[in-house]
């Protein structure tokens, strides 16, 4: 029963590196999510995407690109990491955008910058 | 944007008793949904509940959409229920803006 898995669960980069965050999930969902989360903060919209192929723009995106090739994985890639990037990251997933629709969330990623 | 307001920020509570957290939104949502993550980071959906009330347990929620805030009880804490509250609010799944929490510490 695995949900939503993120790998990988801890790193740490040196400023200007390259790192994907891999999440999958098994649920067959729709639509998947990209959050991060910063001490003493709610969580924050980075991406989203609403299928297979696609990818939109959320609250927090400057920095990070994504992509969904398949429908059960979503990436999140960090082209040149910086400081303000370090983070916790976590991925979610819903069946559709509807408003009624439970999200799922993975267990997290955390993200140390230096 | 829509702005999200959860009280207390901090709760400490010793096992057994009840308590009450807040959200409170600057607008009308159709979408309204309570997370607990515990201590070890984990986030799971409590409720989705944009109006009325729904009881899970020893939890329960209640939304008064006209007067925009949602009230989550829980009762008869256990130290399992330490973590930090987050309610989100919005439209679709991807309009979801999170308050800040509300850190609940129950104590033996």
């Known amino acids: 029963n695995a949900g939503v898995t993120q790998t990988p669960k801890f790193r740490v980069l040196k400023t200007g590196q390259s790192m994907t965050l891999l999440c999958a999930q098994d649920?067959?969902?729709?639509?998947m999510y990209w959050y991060r989360q910063d001490p003493g903060m709610g969580l924050r919209l980075i991406h989203y995407s609403v299928g297979e192929g696609t990818t939109a723009k959320g609250e927090v995106p400057d920095g990070y690109n994504v992509s969904r090739l398949k429908k059960q994985n979503f990436l999140l890639g960090l082209e040149s990491a910086a400081p303000s990037q370090t983070s916790v990251y976590f991925c979610?997933?819903?069946?559709?955008?509807?408003?009624?629709?439970?999200?799922?969330f993975g267990e997290g990623s955390w993200l140390t910058v230096v | 944007g829509i702005q999200v307001e959860q009280s207390p920020p901090d709760l400490i509570l010793q096992e057994g008793a009840n308590s009450t957290l807040r959200c409170n939104f600057s607008d009308s949502v159709n979408n309204l949904q309570w997370f607990h993550q515990n201590p070890w980071g984990q986030l799971i959906n409590l409720f989705y509940?944009?109006?009325g009330t729904k009881q899970n347990g020893r939890l329960s929620a209640t939304t008064v959409a006209t007067e925009r805030y949602s009230l989550l009880y829980i009762s008869s804490s256990q130290t399992t229920d330490s973590g930090v509250y987050f309610c989100?609010?919005?439209?679709?799944?991807?309009?979801?803006?999170f308050g800040q929490g509300t850190r609940l510490t129950i104590n033996p």
């Open positions: 989100a609010g919005g439209g679709g799944a991807q309009k979801l803006v």
């Open positions: 509940i944009p109006s």
């Open positions: 979610a997933s819903s069946s559709t955008g509807g408003s009624g629709n439970t999200i799922y």
């Open positions: 649920m067959n969902h729709e639509y």
